[in-house]
């Protein structure tokens, strides 16, 4: 009988100690709804990514085993470009975009500079052209004819020099036809006007290594990133620093992207405990807008941002996968949407320009992937899945154009204009080099790139017949006609200055003479074709170029003696 009081009262302790702790009176209905929105609507949110076949891809490259931070590939709607290991110097692989499969070991490649390359980028309103910095402290330009390349190609077309060490990055302006910007290790920014082959400016305010640049939509403000941790944005034609902050504590490399046209941009980089981060900033002000832990990996990560479809995309060195982001106008400003993964790590990754994209595939970005492992240059597309075959306007708005909206002079003189749209709705412009000439209002009326090209490097008038008899053989009656119908032509400039050289070899020193820099054969068999009269005109510019090098490290011994002597004056009054 007292067991079972004992149980009955263990009983109601127990019953009251659990009304004590849940209070039913107290579990009302809540007030306020839950925060709870599901899942975010985007038409992106499906994108994935799909890897080419083995027969589309491009087997067999030397890969170059650098360990700059650079992309060291370069592709176009006709070329795919890529930086190859090399005994010495420097040297980079260009094959037709349709050329894939197994490479054959000797084929044909850029091997004009002295030491390795370490980026190239081709420029945006000539297909042809493309622009490679080396470690010899050079940024050259190169011309690659139609068909790809049947021999070593050795001569360049414009050789710039102004670094004193090497230079690391190369970019073209978005906008303005023939303006580059280089990045050295001399922590200097130089803007090259290329049609000239000279320098348009140099910016000089960081104080170490400068690891990243971007251009904003129109071209009117650059971004970089620096080994000092800063972010700057940057007025590139006067060097003046709109603003200026920390960007990521780590002591990694980091990089920057303009996110097109809304005044943001995104840069990539470490945290103070090695963590990879991906933040949002105001470029006004540089007001950080969102940050977001990615992972906890090594790679240096680099964005690459679609402004047509204002997707994000960041892909490590040394990772597998490339993950996407979608960028709206809102807090947070950045969701992500998925992500692509492999097995096998890349090494450096370029991308398509939009109008090379397959509109009938839904393919809204491409990537070409060097892989760290093996010698391949995988394309990789991202792709949206729509059942329809039509076009697809809603992911395929006007993008730009292969054509230049403004000239090197224009954007010098301080003009900005947007960059010049193209429809990819028809297919016909979309994987071509030559653009259409694009007749605006303010704009001259110029030429294709093309047609550019040949506007400059041509070597003899189409407009005239030249003839190549001497004048003083001629009658007086024919002098003047032959004069006025040939002084125009490049022949008339060339025979001129042959004939200049030959009345000045007389006064020419040994050191001159033993240059060679004038043959006796060289104006007495004067060139008959043009592609003579053109190797003629190629090895008298890069006579002359070599003469302005010496000229130019004379001046440099001189102004070092006067300082050395400056210091030597102070030194002795200082102690006198």
Same mark, same amino acid.
């Given at each position: 009988?007292?067991?079972?009081i ?5 009983t ?11 209070d ?22 499906h ?7 083995r027969?589309?891809?491009?087997d ?6 650098n ?5 060291f ?5 006709k ?5 190859t290991?090399v005994?010495?110097?420097g ?6 975009i349709t050329?894939?499969?197994r ?6 490649k850029v091997?004009?500079?002295k030491g390795?390359?370490?980026?190239i980028k081709?420029n ?10 080396s ?10 004819p139609d ?12 050789d ?17 036809e ?5 990045a050295?290790f ?10 000239k082959?000279?320098?348009m400016?140099?910016?000089d ?7 990243s640049m ?5 071209g ?10 800063k ?21 990694r ?10 005044g ?5 980089g470490f945290?103070r ?5 991906v933040?949002?900033w105001n470029?006004e ?31 490590g060195?040394g ?7 979608e960028?709206?106008?809102?807090a ?13 790590p ?8 939009k109008?090379?994209?397959d ?19 995988e ?8 059942k ?6 809603d992911?395929?708005?006007?993008? /730009?154009?292969?054509?230049a ?7 010098r003189n ?24 694009f007749?605006g /209002?303010?704009?001259?009326?110029s030429?294709t ?8 490097y041509?070597?003899?008038s189409n407009?005239t017949t030249?003839?190549?008899r001497?004048?003083?053989l001629?009658?007086?009656?024919e002098?003047?006609?032959?004069t006025?119908?040939?002084?125009s032509t490049k022949?008339?400039?060339i025979q001129?200055?042959?004939t200049n ?6 006064i020419?020193?040994?050191d001159?003479m033993?240059?060679k820099i004038i043959?006796?054969?060289d ?5 008959? /074709?043009?592609?003579a009269?053109?190797?003629a005109?190629?090895?008298q ?9 010496q000229?130019a490290?004379?001046?440099?011994q001189?102004k070092?003696l ?8 102070h ?6």
């Amino acid at each position: 009988m007292s067991g079972y009081i004992l149980a009955l009262e263990e009983t109601m302790f127990s019953s009251e100690k659990s009304n004590a702790m849940v209070d039913v009176r107290a579990c009302n209905k809540p007030v306020e709804r839950l925060g709870f929105r599901g899942v975010r609507s985007s038409k992106f949110r499906h994108v994935y990514g799909s890897a080419a076949k083995r027969e589309r891809c491009y087997d067999n490259i030397k890969i170059t085993k650098n360990a700059h931070d650079s992309h060291f590939c370069a592709v176009n709607p006709k070329f795919v470009a890529v930086v190859t290991e090399v005994a010495g110097g420097g040297a980079f692989l260009v094959l037709p975009i349709t050329q894939t499969g197994r490479l054959d070991l000797n084929a044909s490649k850029v091997t004009g500079h002295k030491g390795p390359v370490l980026d190239i980028k081709w420029n945006p309103f000539n297909d042809n052209i493309i622009a490679s910095c080396s470690d010899d402290c050079t940024v050259k330009l190169w011309y690659i004819p139609d068909g790809g390349l049947t021999a070593n190609l050795t001569e360049w077309l414009i050789d710039l020099h102004g670094h004193k060490r090497r230079v690391g990055y190369v970019e073209f302006h978005p906008t303005a036809e023939n303006v580059l910007v280089s990045a050295g290790f001399d922590h200097l920014l130089i803007l090259w006007d290329v049609g000239k082959g000279e320098a348009m400016n140099v910016i000089d305010c960081h104080p170490d290594v400068i690891y990243s640049m971007s251009f904003n939509r129109d071209g009117s403000r650059l971004a970089t990133t620096c080994k000092d941790k800063k972010l700057r944005i940057i007025d590139p034609r006067t060097g003046f620093i709109i603003s200026e902050g920390t960007c990521h504590a780590g002591t990694r490399s980091s990089k920057v992207a303009y996110l097109g046209g809304t005044g943001r941009v995104v840069t990539t980089g470490f945290s103070r405990h090695s963590d990879r981060q991906v933040s949002v900033w105001n470029d006004e002000n540089l007001h950080l807008l969102h940050e977001e832990t990615i992972d906890s990996s090594s790679g240096v990560i680099f964005p690459y941002y679609d402004p047509d479809t204002n997707i994000l995309f960041l892909a490590g060195k040394g990772d597998g996968n490339i993950r996407y982001y979608e960028i709206v106008d809102q807090a947070p400003y950045i969701h992500f949407l998925s992500q692509y993964i492999s097995g096998s790590p890349q090494r450096g990754l370029g991308f398509m320009p939009k109008r090379g994209c397959d509109v009938s595939q839904c393919e809204i970005f491409r990537f070409y992937k060097l892989h760290a492992t093996r010698g391949m240059c995988e394309p990789v597309s991202m792709i949206v899945p729509r059942k329809s075959d039509q076009f697809q306007e809603d992911l395929y708005p006007d993008t /730009t154009a292969a054509v230049a909206a403004l000239t090197a002079a224009d954007w010098r003189n301080g003009m900005n204009r947007a960059p010049v749209l193209m429809s990819m709705k028809t297919g016909v412009a979309v994987c071509t080099h030559k653009p259409q000439v694009f007749k605006g /209002t303010e704009l001259s009326r110029s030429a294709t790139a093309d047609n550019n090209y040949r506007m400059k490097y041509a070597f003899l008038s189409n407009q005239t017949t030249p003839d190549y008899r001497p004048i003083e053989l001629l009658p007086e009656s024919e002098k003047l006609q032959k004069t006025s119908t040939n002084q125009s032509t490049k022949f008339q400039q060339i025979q001129t200055m042959f004939t200049n050289f030959s009345n000045q070899s007389d006064i020419m020193n040994e050191d001159f003479m033993n240059l060679k820099i004038i043959e006796q054969s060289d104006y007495e068999d004067i060139p008959k /074709t043009e592609y003579a009269l053109q190797r003629a005109y190629l090895r008298q510019r890069e006579e002359l170029r070599f003469l302005r090098k010496q000229l130019a490290s004379r001046d440099r011994q001189i102004k070092d003696l006067e300082q050395a002597v400056a210091k030597l004056q102070h030194h002795h009054r200082k102690h006198k």
